[in-house]
């Protein structure tokens, strides 16, 4: 009985070491990983301590987006920062998504020089936000352009009727609640709906012609939904050159910019994990410890978000 006594506590003893080291493991190499994430982002702020031109990436679905804001705002407010060059690669998105960034970067404008740099599109909602930019300049088989506004919403009547289901509603007018994907619509919803849709039509026009310096013919007879190439766009004065990042910084460069200037990307830390307590290395840290996922937003990672769009949605293009 004594020796099963010290085998109990000799075994005991053992695994409290074990449990330990393996802790003591799991810190140092949750530390390494805080370490390296440090070093492979260390652009995002050592930029920051020299005179550099800033490179912010706008691409995906357009929708209001605070963090996006808020870095532009700091951009603006950054001594360091000499000149700006939007990076732009979308099919649009929500109009008011559009229109918030819109306006902060015609805010960043009056205080720094902006150009945007076209990708593979910037249809509707982000040629909405490229005109914001002082200069535009695009590949010659981007794709630009997609000037107009729609709602969408389905009609699930038939398969109600399918399925023996009815929609009973008391409502305090005809137009409350409407148009409803519960019932076809009748025409005073549909008048009202395309009042909404030309109202912002018209202001999403309106920009374009302000922006591009053209009449407002001129610019209505280009906001009929139609995209074009990046040469196509050139001809139509929809962007000023083609080209890259290259001549963005030659753009620059006429702005009293140096080119010699380093580009430096200015990253969504939160969303990247690019600072060291941002919540991608919040997860990295508590998965390596075992933690439950105390923050992570699994539609939001993923992008499934983007497929439900509420409110005016800018014509966009898969």
């Known amino acids: 009985m004594a020796m099963r006594a010290d085998d109990l506590i000799d075994r005991r003893r053992l695994r409290r070491k074990v449990t330990f080291w393996r802790v003591a493991a799991l810190v140092v190499a949750a530390i390494a ?12 702020f050592s930029g920051s301590a020299v005179d550099h031109i800033a490179k912010v990436r706008i691409e ?8 996006l804001i808020k870095r532009l705002e700091t951009i603006r407010e950054s001594p360091r920062v000499k000149g700006v060059i939007l990076s732009i690669d979308s099919p649009g998105g929500t109009t008011v998504g559009g229109e918030s960034i819109f306006e902060e970067v015609r ?4 205080d720094k020089p902006v150009v945007a740099e076209v990708g593979t599109l910037a249809a509707s909602a982000g040629y909405m936000i490229a005109s914001a930019a002082d200069h535009i300049v695009a590949r010659k088989s981007s794709i630009v352009g997609s000037i107009g506004v729609l709602i969408q919403y389905p009609d699930v009547s038939g398969l109600m009727d399918k399925l023996g289901i009815k929609l009973e509603e008391v409502k305090s007018s005809p137009l ?4 409803s994907p519960f019932k076809p619509t009748n025409e005073d919803e549909r008048a009202m709906v395309r009042k909404l849709i030309l109202d912002s039509y018209d202001w999403f026009v309106g920009i374009v012609a302000d922006r591009r310096k053209m009449t407002h013919e001129q610019a209505l007879a280009l906001a009929d939904g139609s995209i074009f190439t990046g040469r196509q766009a ?3 004065h929809l962007i000023d050159a083609v080209g890259g990042e290259t001549e963005a910084i030659g753009w620059l460069a006429t702005k009293g910019v140096d080119p ?4 430096v990307e200015w990253k969504d830390t939160e969303r990247h994990g690019g600072f060291l307590f941002s919540k991608t290395m919040a997860k990295t840290i508590a998965g390596a410890l ?3 996922d105390a923050g992570g937003d699994v539609i939001h ?6 497929l439900f769009l509420d409110g005016l949605v800018s014509v966009w293009h898969p």
């Open 260 to 263: 010699k200037l380093k580009v």
């Open 60 to 67: 995906g679905t357009i929708t209001e987006d605070e963090e």
């Open 301 to 306: 990672e993923i992008g499934a978000d983007r």
């Open 234 to 236: 050139l001809a139509n």
């Open 290 to 292: 075992g933690l439950p």
């Open 33 to 44: 990983l805080i370490a390296l994430s440090t070093w492979v982002y260390r652009d995002d």
């Open 176 to 179: 409350k609640a409407s148009p």
């Open 107 to 110: 805010k960043l404008a009056g």
